[in-house]
């Protein structure tokens, strides 16, 4: 998987939006954007993936800048159960291409203040 | 909503131990995987399994673990004889097809203490 850089740590309050951001400079044609979550005391999860255009699901949205060296999951309205470590991992291709293990950095580790 | 089960949430043994970690994976996916987190630090990617053979594995799983689906529903990750470093957490997950390799699913874990 391709290298992402992500901040430490992240604070934001109660009911705000969110915006995360994952630089990836060396992002290759084919690599999607991928990121995952992982709450407290509980397994990483999928949240949302895309290409070029940005992508909005239940969970979040993905704003994916138009070069692609960067990108930045949006929560529209963040609540206490969204504090959680937010990984973003770049994919060869959407559907299986590359290696099968995901590569998980540190990820950004989000707080949110009631 | 489908999920990835596993058990047991915390296990307890001495080193040199065999342990047994299971996952259910969902019912209808055809990849099964293994990753563990050490206490403070990032998942790592241990194996990965489709039909019934190991596709992918990385350099953490040596001779000492292996994997298994010994029935339709069960996925196991056996640690031979445990070492201290071995202590982590041990995820699970599951994937539908080859075709979505990338969208994994993860239990909730099993907490592996090593004495």
């Known amino acids: 998987d391709a290298k992402t850089t992500q901040p430490n740590s992240m604070e934001s309050n109660e009911e705000e939006p969110v915006h995360l951001p994952c630089n990836h400079s060396?992002?290759?044609?084919?690599?999607?954007i991928h990121w995952y979550r992982q709450l407290p005391s509980q397994g990483p999860e999928y949240v949302i993936h895309g290409l070029t255009s940005n992508v909005n699901n239940r969970m979040a949205s993905l704003a994916i800048a138009e070069d692609r060296k960067s990108s930045t999951l949006i929560l529209h309205r963040a609540t206490l159960r969204d504090a959680a470590v937010y990984y973003c991992i770049l994919r060869d291709g959407e559907e299986g291409g590359g290696a099968d293990g995901l590569t998980f950095g540190k990820g950004t580790h989000l707080i949110i203040q009631p | 909503e489908p999920e990835v089960t596993q058990t047991p949430s915390h296990q307890v043994t001495q080193m040199g131990q065999e342990v047994i970690l299971r996952c259910v994976p969902i019912?209808?996916?055809?990849?099964f995987y293994w990753y563990r987190q050490i206490l403070g630090q990032k998942v790592e990617f241990l194996v990965s399994f489709y039909n019934n053979e190991i596709s992918e594995k990385s350099e953490i799983f040596d001779d000492q673990f292996s994997v298994e689906r010994p029935d339709g529903s069960n996925f196991t990750l056996k640690i031979r004889s445990t070492k201290l470093e071995d202590s982590a957490m041990y995820f699970c997950?599951?994937?539908?097809?080859?075709?979505?390799?990338?969208?994994?699913?993860f239990g909730a874990g099993t907490r592996l203490s090593v004495l």
């Open positions: 060396t992002i290759s044609g084919t690599d999607y």
């Open positions: 997950a599951s994937s539908g097809t080859a075709l979505a390799k990338n969208i994994q699913y």
């Open positions: 019912s209808n996916h055809l990849y």
